[in-house]
């Protein structure tokens, strides 16, 4: 036969006890992600096209040339928009304006120094990053959740040991909120957005690159019936 369930509010012979468990991590971020926007502009459409092919050639061949340091290279939004003169009758074009965004995602952090300063070295190639982050299959959020859990027993068992008892069963847990990470951004994203120019007789020094300490957070409630306690 079937127990009755527990009624919400718990009862004189099976007291309801409501508790938090909380953990913070911090971690070491295990990859980074930049993003590589390339840009054109010309007075004819075809020549802005080919320039923009050959200035994303060009970023893809870079970014490839590292190997396994790159885990993913994806290509977004391709937009080519004439612009058209502001006076005047009729759909005058005055340019076109050609653009790509890629995203890189590295695993090799001293790579990611040395490959984001000469992608901002290139022509009309813009970096924005790098944001940082753990791996999907990271044990470290499950780490926290665990540590949540453990929390939220030990102060249930404090509690009914203030009372002079004990718990007797867990009634539910709720996941109230795991944060993966609450990534920092490196000194590129703190200084916004770096465009430069080719400079080819005087190549750029690598960019030093600090990764922040990842702060993975995770929370639980859970409801224990206690044994009676004597009061």
């Known amino acids: ?49 080919d320039d923009l092919t ?14 396994d340091a790159v885990e993913h290279v994806t290509t977004g939004s391709i937009t080519i928009t004439p ?27 001293t790579a990611l120094a040395e490959l984001t300063t000469r992608l901002a070295d290139l022509e009309l190639t813009q970096v924005d990053g790098p944001s940082w982050a753990l791996r999907p299959d990271s044990p470290v959020p ?16 404090e509690y009914a040991d203030a ?10 847990l709720t996941d109230t909120g795991t944060d993966p990470t609450h990534p920092g951004h490196g000194p590129l994203e ?10 080819p007789d005087e190549p750029a020094q690598p960019l030093d690159l600090e990764p922040p300490r990842l702060r993975i957070s995770a929370q639980v409630s859970a409801q224990f019936t206690m044994r009676p306690p004597q009061i």
Request: charged share 25%; net charge positive.
């Open 83 to 109: 612009e058209l003169t502001p006076h005047g009758r009729g759909e005058r074009v005055r340019s076109h304006h050609g653009r790509v965004h890629l995203t890189a995602e590295l695993t090799d952090f």
């Open 142 to 157: 499950a780490q926290a959740r665990r540590q949540a859990v453990h929390q939220a027993l030990q102060r249930a068992r």
């Open 190 to 199: 703190r200084g916004g957005r770096r465009t430069a120019f080719a400079h």
């Open 163 to 172: 009372l002079g008892t004990t718990i007797a069963a867990l009634i539910e």
């Open 1 to 49: 036969m079937t127990p009755p369930a527990t009624p919400p509010h718990g009862t004189p012979d099976a007291p309801l006890l409501t508790v938090r468990g909380e953990a913070e991590i911090d971690a070491e971020p295990e990859t980074a992600r930049i993003g590589v926007t390339i840009t054109a502009r010309g007075r004819d459409r075809r020549t802005t096209l």
């Open 54 to 67: 050959r200035r994303n050639t060009t970023a893809l061949d870079l970014i490839k040339s590292y190997g």
